[in-house]
């Protein structure tokens, strides 16, 4: 009886395929060719890190998108919370960025070295004035455009909260972070980045907590009363820091795009369908909750410069 009750039960859902939109030839031969491959860089919580756990998680899912244009890396470390980040971000800087600045004897040193090279500088300059002149308007231009690349060439998405949302007094209180603390640490994480190394191109973003299903996270976590005030906090910080956000918590408690009728979005929502379709503890993600994340951060990443909300500009 038991073997056929389980097999009259509705298959779990499937993601759609992951599609790879056509790369332009002369985007993939600037960033295969003419400069180092721009980075897409992960930073979060054990929704990250599962992400590129399996051939269904979304940072792989992003990995296949976006393969003949960036590499995706992926330093999501399952725990963490805000605070904990904080502390690793520096690490993960110096592994991408390099050195955090110069040191005061590094820059005696340069500018020494500009002082000796200037004469032969000057000179290398007046013998290639006459050939300066043969380019015309057009030929420069291009060789502009070629070397300053729209897009960034580093772009770091932090994404915490769903740790530092736990609650004070529930079975996962140490991982617990104040509101005021996290917002406090996302300013300080975006501020850090920033600023590491202004030599580097760089972008910024950050997503809020994905929802959580309060009854199967009994004494650990409070969807609406809780959760929804991390988010909330999040969007504030983006909206203050200038940067794009990711909004996890309202995204995923719709339907895939493929299936965002209007009618069905209204009944996805009010049924709470997404629970079941995209929690499998009511915290991390099935396949279908890794495809969602999937969209809204790709949403992201695509938008074009010229959006009126603020955006990466990667155009991707």
Known sequence: MGAEASSTAP?????????IPPVPSQTYLHHTTLSPRPKVILIGDSITELGSSHAQGWVTSLAIRYNRR????????????????MAALPLILEEMLGPAAYSANDAVADESIEKESRPHQEQQTKNSDSNEECLNDEQTSSTIENQEPKHPQYTFLIGYGANDSCLPDGANSRHHVPLDEYSSNLKRMIQ???TWNTEKNVAVAISTPPPCDTERQNKRRDNENVTKLYAEAC??????????????????QLPIAKNNEEEYSSSFESKQQWKIDYLSDGLHLTPMGNYRLYELVVEVLDQSADAEDESFGLEL
Request: proline share 11%; charged share 15%; aromatic share 6%.
């Open 235 to 252: 969007i504030k910080v983006a909206s203050e820091m200038g940067v794009p956000v990711v909004d996890l918590w309202r995204g995923m």
């Open 70 to 85: 960036m590499d995706v890396v992926n330093r999501g470390m399952n725990g963490y919370n805000s605070r904990w980040g």
């Open 11 to 19: 298959p779990a859902p499937q993601p759609p395929a992951i599609t």
């Open 192 to 194: 850090m980045i920033q």
